[in-house]
Nanobody, 113 residues
C-alpha cells in the first residue's frame, strides 16, 4: 500500500509560480513512474507531466516550457515547479504512481488574471 500526500497548492496571480510536492509513504517498491494530472471544474482529468525511473520526463504541450517535473528518490518525493502560471492552469492537481496505481488526494491551484 502506498499513501501519496500532495502539498504546495495555493492562489497566485497570472505570471506567478508555485511548487507542488508529492510525498510517497509505504511500499514504494512498485513505483517506477510518477506523474502529475490535473482536473478543472467541469472538465476531465488530464495529464500534465511524468518522470520515469531513468529520469526521463514528458510534458503536456500546454505546460511545456513552463512546468518542470523532478523527484528526490531518497525522500520518495515528486515535485512540479510551475512558472508563468495562467488562469487556465487553475485545477486540482494530483500525483499518480505506476505500475502500481495510486493517486493522491489532490492540491488546489488557483490562478487569477
Amino acid at each position: 500500500q502506498v499513501l501519496l500526500v500532495e502539498s504546495g497548492g495555493g492562489s497566485v496571480q497570472a505570471g506567478g509560480s508555485l511548487r507542488l510536492s508529492c510525498a510517497a509513504y509505504g511500499s514504494t517498491y512498485c513505483i517506477y513512474h510518477m506523474s502529475w494530472y490535473r482536473q478543472a471544474p467541469g472538465k476531465e482529468r488530464e495529464f500534465v507531466s511524468a518522470i520515469n525511473e531513468f529520469g526521463i520526463t514528458t510534458y503536456a504541450n500546454s505546460v511545456k516550457g513552463r512546468f518542470t517535473i523532478s523527484q528526490d528518490k531518497a525522500k520518495n518525493t515528486l515535485y512540479l515547479q510551475m512558472n508563468s502560471l495562467k488562469p487556465e492552469d487553475t485545477a486540482m492537481y494530483y500525483c499518480k504512481t505506476t505500475p502500481c496505481e495510486y493517486w493522491g488526494q489532490g492540491t488546489q491551484v488557483t490562478v487569477s488574471s
